[in-house]
């Protein structure tokens, strides 16, 4: 490895990075939401 290499990654792969975890977050968040309308429904 070269000491002069750059740390930082491309905006084409945080573009991709970005685009995943907010995917991930969405689903997360649907699950979430799921859970709470079980949870509402059941103390209905």
Known sequence: MSWNQSS????????????????FLSRVYGWMFAGLLVTAVTAF
Do not use: I, K, M, N
């Open 8 to 23: 930082f990654t491309s905006p084409q792969v945080a573009d991709v990075r970005d685009e995943r975890v907010g995917a």
